[in-house]
């Protein structure tokens, strides 16, 4: 009985292992069956030029189709807010609002790997990136350049994001970690809308 219950074992980790996604297809089964995520990040921004990074932290909710609302609470407070349609950028220290609108500008940004619709590779070229430090990495280069960033990579585990790592036309190297994330978590729609706060100074582009 010994030999036959190893063969059935030897058969079902094979089949484990035979039936584990690769990046791209972790990428398509997170955009296709979550519809609003939750999470805190830590963020790093590095530079060729060898300057100190750049370190902060926060939190983001998201609701697809991009919808989504980003906080940095560390060093200091900004938020960004996306109803789909504009989004609001708000710096509290300056008290200034930048609004901008949305168009079509989101298929093109790393915001809509994670915010997007499911539609991401008419935006992207996207291919597997291989396996490290327990991730299965995926790389995405939009097919349009928007002027910002070049391409971005983002690590997977278990079908959701757990890292991301975007290279900028600036030649800035932006890393994100995210934790305590939340899958489909019930969102309040209220999160995505926002009002300049009373003597803000507001700025439309």
Not at 53 to 77: A, N
Not at 107 to 116: F, I, N, T
Not at 144 to 162: C, H, M, T, Y
Request: aromatic share 10%.
């Amino acid at each position: 009985m010994k030999p036959i219950r190893m063969l059935f074992l030897v058969a079902l980790l094979s089949c484990a292992a035979g039936t584990r996604a690769d990046g791209v297809g972790q990428l398509r089964a997170f955009v296709d069956g979550t519809r609003s995520l939750k999470a805190d990040f830590s963020q790093t921004v590095s530079a060729k030029s060898g300057r100190k990074p750049q370190v902060s932290s926060g939190s983001f909710v998201f609701s697809r189709p991009g919808k989504f609302r980003w906080t940095y609470d560390k060093p200091y407070y900004q938020l960004l807010v996306s109803d789909g349609d504009k989004l609001w950028i708000h710096d509290r220290d300056l008290n200034q609002v930048t609004e901008k609108r949305v168009g079509n500008a989101l298929g093109g940004s790393p915001a809509a790997l994670l915010a997007g619709d499911n539609a991401f590779e008419k935006s992207f070229v996207v291919g597997n990136a291989g396996s490290a430090d327990g991730l299965d990495w995926v790389e995405a280069t939009p097919k349009q350049a928007d002027g910002s960033f070049e391409r971005v990579r983002i690590g997977f585990k278990d079908n959701l994001p757990r890292a991301m790592e975007l290279h900028d036309s600036f030649g800035q190297t932006t890393q994100l970690g995210f934790s305590a994330i939340q899958a489909n978590p019930a969102v309040d729609s209220s999160l995505f809308r926002f009002a300049a706060p009373p003597g803000a100074d507001v700025v439309t582009e």
